[in-house]
């Protein structure tokens, strides 16, 4: 990836650039993936087809209007790989990487277009950043590759198919893109709880954010050299409201199910099942089971943990675990008569604060849009649809099966979620705003009655 020449492209802001790089991605990956060398003999393939896989692979949802297995060739599977790992570390890291390969010095444009996709509010470090992302990546991905190859040794016929399998099934959960090349997810896997807790920890790693397990690196780093560390505050409330969200759904799913998807289940198996659909409502879109056999309460609880997603600056979609931390507290702080946010000794910016209810408004205002077209286009369930628009907005990939059923402008408005899911809220408003323009006069100010 590179930095466009000067032309008409020198008006765009970073912003803009970005989206304009993410649909270039796309338009690559539509035409990489309707090469006749990916697919089986025999196979159909639409171009509406081919953009909702490149979208859904660029986004790494997972959701999907074909069955991988049965449509991929060997190539095709490897290049739908590729595009999964493109689409996770994110547009910029894998540029960054490029640039440094042909000796490219990163200038302030450059750093921009980082800073923008990587969600930072700095220019401190960014180079080294795409480095360390780049590198903690492919060493998840490829101790993943290796347990998962030996652990499925007992689930395939070859070391070979079996080591296949591990390596996409690890590139995939790490990215937490949900695609899968079983056929079935992680079904055939419901009573390995090994692979099952591989699959956990790989999801949670790719979901977390990338400053996070940097910071954690860092850490012990750190105390091998016997010095003292703090962690951030954004790791602090990140960590805490990412496992919080994992233990609460994982409570309130068995809860919800236990007289129904559960009640002849054993202990074990109710456990796993309620942790491993928990986790993946982070962003994974795995799943070993079919979720349209749980309860409604459970799928509507399912559906508001995939519209907060996953962490910022990782491979997740969705409101992310900070805007839903900051709504909280905020609510918190005010029933309590406060003004000030406090958190973890220090007091929270009160334009992050305004920041957090403009995405939760506008990604609200997006969906609830979506649920309504969606309701008028398709015969389904008003249950499914609100499944499918959080899976899709918040870039899980889950489904409930009406995926491959949906009209063509139905599968155009989940397109349209997936990629906004991908960029996210800020980068949609300000794709249409200029350069920050100064206000020079303000009016008299006056109080309007609230609530």
Known sequence: MFTPKKSNLVNLTSVQLIVLFYLGAVIVSTILLSLPYTHKPGVEWTVTDALFTAVSAVSVTGLTVVSTADTFSEFGIFVLAFILQFGGIGIMTLGTFIWLLFGRRIGLKERQLIMIDQNRG???????????????????????????????????STWQ????????????????????????????FANDYLVQLVNIILLILGAIGFPVLIEVKDYFVTRRRKQKYRFSLFTKLTTI????????????IYIFDR?????????????????????????????TMDVSQFSEATQLMMSSLMFIGASPSSVGGGIRTTTFAIVLLSIFTFARGR??????GKELDQEDIIKSFVVISFAILICATAVIILSYLEPF??????????????????????????????????????????????????????????????YPKERVIIG
């Open 259 to 287: 007289n129904h998807f559960f009640v002849n289940k054993s202990w074990h198996e109710s456990l796993f099942y309620s942790l491993f659909q928990s986790v993946t409502t982070r962003n994974g879109g795995l799943a």
């Open 339 to 344: 003004q000030s946010i406090k958190v973890f």
């Open 161 to 188: 198919e079996a080591f296949f399998h591990a390596f996409f099934a690890s590139v995939s959960a790490t990215t937490n893109a949900g695609f899968d090349i079983t056929g079935a997810s992680l079904k055939p």
């Open 241 to 252: 409201t990412f496992f919080g969200l994992t233990l609460f759904g994982t409570i309130l």
């Open 122 to 156: 700095t220019f401190a470090g960014l180079v080294e950043l795409m480095k360390q992302i780049l590198l903690l990546i492919l060493v998840i991905e490829a101790i993943g590759a290796m347990i998962l190859g030996i652990l499925f040794l007992d689930h395939f």
């Open 381 to 442: 369930p008003i249950i499914a649809i609100i499944f499918e628009v959080c899976s899709a907005f918040g870039t899980t990939g889950l489904s409930m099966g009406i995926t491959p059923e949906l009209s063509t402008l139905g599968k155009q408005i989940i397109i349209v979620l997936m990629f906004v899911g991908r960029i996210g809220i800020f980068s949609l408003l300000f794709l249409i705003k200029g350069k920050e323009a100064k206000e020079y006069y303000h």
